[in-house]
């Protein structure tokens, strides 16, 4: 059991490790200066904490489609944890996967030739490794993840030995904001539901039936992925906060962790991130892939079979890498900002479930969390409804919060209400 959690764990490390948590984390401490951890907190508060906390909460609550369904209903479950996977496994997160390592391995090692052909045959790559169910978990933790580690550690350990320069004061006036949103842009979030399938199905193939058991491997494995992802992230950050006078303010992300690379480690550094983000990328895209095709196959009751689900994400995926990056970032803002809010305020809420006894708690939390996204993500998309910058907590991110608080005490009071009159009418 302890060799199947460590390997569960380096799985779900890498799987959660992808293009995303890459490019951010620099940025993030480029952006922050010597408030580095600050931001660095704020981001693995969403990105890390809430990811991991989310497998371990929806496992011990049987599974994210049962969980969900059975707090805010089985008509808005579907419609969450859809719009969720849609956002991490066709639309966003995955065809990021393949415009990330064109930009960052290609282009910099053999220059453009071309992001059609290369994401061909990333996504071809892809398919053939995720085409068996079963061996999902297996290839992402006993071969890739070790080599992506060991690459990354190599070139956090070269920016420690010998930084870039002294960090400075920070770029921008929102830390703790930029933190927040770089954790929503990671999505690591939004990829619990369909990565507990996966990792569910994995276990019980491996001949892990029983339910405390397979708990019991999935609570070490979130550890461990948890205690690797805050350690590299804390190593990144700091590169990039090293790195702010070497690199004008409208450096992209990708070029920033590239300039980074090249001036730490030289031309056969920028050969080592090409490999290293290349697996990172193929890691997650993997995950991607294979826990949206086992959740359409769930919940269309095999209808939609794994395989089919496969080849209808990588087709997706190689039409949509082909936007670009710069674009795949900026349409995912305002996509993410509609979406986490209510999928966060369920899944954290989840973690109570022995101590809430009304379903209306949810619905309400969720729904008041809904409502505030809307004008947040239109805010973010288009600069309309500026009044909520004057909410609480917009600066954090977290304006939406409010809402839901007061949309969850509603909830629970309609709930204990009618609660109450359907038993008395039964009396």
Not at 61 to 80: D, N, S, Y
Not at 142 to 169: D, Y
Not at 253 to 277: D, K, P
Not at 322 to 344: E, H, K, Q, R, T
Request: proline content about 4%; glycine content about 12%.
């Amino acid at each position: 059991m302890k060799k199947e959690a460590v390997v569960t764990g380096f799985a779900l490390f890498a799987m959660f490790f992808g293009a995303g948590n890459l490019i951010f984390p620099p940025y993030l401490g480029m952006e922050s200066g010597n408030l580095w951890p600050v931001g660095l907190a704020f981001f693995v508060l969403i990105d890390v904490v809430l990811a991991c906390l989310g497998i371990y909460a929806l496992n011990a609550a049987g599974g994210g489609e049962v969980a969900f369904g059975r707090t805010i209903g089985k008509v808005p479950a579907v419609v969450l944890n859809t719009a969720a996977i849609l956002c991490t496994g066709v639309l966003i997160a995955m065809p990021r996967t393949a415009a990330t390592t064109y930009e960052m391995s290609l282009v910099p090692n053999f220059g453009d030739v071309g992001l059609l052909p290369f994401s061909l045959a990333f996504f071809a790559v892809v398919l053939l490794l995720t085409i068996r169910k079963s061996k999902v978990v297996d290839i992402i933790g006993k071969v890739l993840t070790p080599l992506l580690v060991l690459g990354i550690v190599a070139l956090i350990m070269a920016g420690i030995i010998g930084p870039i320069g002294q960090v400075g004061q920070p770029l921008s006036h929102h830390v703790a904001q930029d933190g927040i949103l770089a954790g929503y842009q990671a999505m690591d979030v939004l990829c619990v539901i369909g990565y507990s399938i996966v990792l569910q199905d994995t276990l019980k193939s491996a001949g892990f039936t029983e339910r405390t058991v397979k708990l019991r491997i999935l609570t070490i494995a979130s550890i461990i992925a948890a205690t690797l992802l805050t350690l590299i992230y804390g190593g990144l950050t700091y590169l990039g906060a090293t790195s702010a006078s070497a690199f004008p303010p409208d450096v992209t992300q990708a070029e920033l962790i590239v300039g980074i690379t090249e001036m730490l480690m030289g031309s056969v550094g920028v050969g080592i991130l090409g490999v290293v983000v290349a697996l990172a990328c193929l890691t997650t895209a993997i995950g991607l892939i294979g826990s949206t095709a086992a959740y359409f196959q769930h919940l269309t009751h095999d209808r939609i079979s794994y395989p089919a689900g496969v080849i209808i994400c990588t087709i997706a995926g190689v039409l949509i890498c082909n936007l670009g990056l710069d674009l795949i970032i900026s349409l995912a803002s305002p996509i993410l900002v509609l979406v986490c809010p209510p999928f966060m305020t369920t899944m954290v809420l989840i973690l109570f479930a022995r101590h809430i006894h009304s379903n209306m708690l949810y619905r309400g939390a969720a729904l008041g969390a809904f409502v505030a996204s809307i004008p947040l993500a239109l805010h973010s998309a288009v600069g309309a409804c500026a009044w909520v910058e004057a909410l609480p907590l917009f600066s954090y991110g977290f304006a939406w919060l409010p809402f839901a608080i007061v949309g969850g005490v509603i909830g629970a009071v309609v709930g204990c209400t009618f609660g109450k009159h359907r038993s008395a009418a039964r009396r």
